[in-house]
């Protein structure tokens, strides 16, 4: 069964770190490009950061860049996401999902992803 787990999330203070992990069950993430996207209550989903299978391009929304770093570990089935400097308003649900590549992953081309890891930015 093909299962996408986001863990990490939490509460943190504003300026503070977190990394999010994606890790895969049931098939291998080195095949897929893997996306992270966002969805705060009462927002439309916004997508974060995407990392290639192939040659590790990266690519990031506009709101997260210099501050965001996605990485995979293969041998892991992994990918993260290293956040920092959060601000308020990355406050949100974070979902990992497969693509087929970061050129066309966003918004309409993930085919799976899982149920999401809770990021709280407060003081």
């Known amino acids: 069964q093909v299962q996408l787990v986001e863990s990490g999330g939490g509460l943190v203070q504003p300026g503070g770190s977190l990394r999010l992990s994606c890790a895969a069950s049931?098939?291998?993430?080195?095949?897929?490009?893997i996306g992270w996207f966002r969805q705060a209550p009462g927002k439309e989903r916004e997508g974060v950061s995407c990392?290639?299978?192939?040659?590790?391009?990266?690519w990031y929304g506009d709101s997260v860049k210099g501050r965001f770093t996605i990485s995979r570990d293969n041998a892991k089935n992994t990918v993260y996401l290293q956040m920092n400097s959060l601000k308020p308003e990355d406050t949100a649900v974070y979902y990992c999902?497969?693509?087929?590549?970061?050129?066309?992953?966003?918004?309409?081309?993930?085919?799976?992803w899982g149920k999401g890891t809770l990021v709280t930015v407060s003081s």
């Open positions: 049931g098939f291998k993430l080195d095949y897929y490009a």
């Open positions: 999902a497969t693509a087929k590549g970061c050129g066309s992953w966003w918004p309409d081309g993930m085919d799976y």
């Open positions: 990392i290639s299978s192939s040659n590790g391009n990266t």
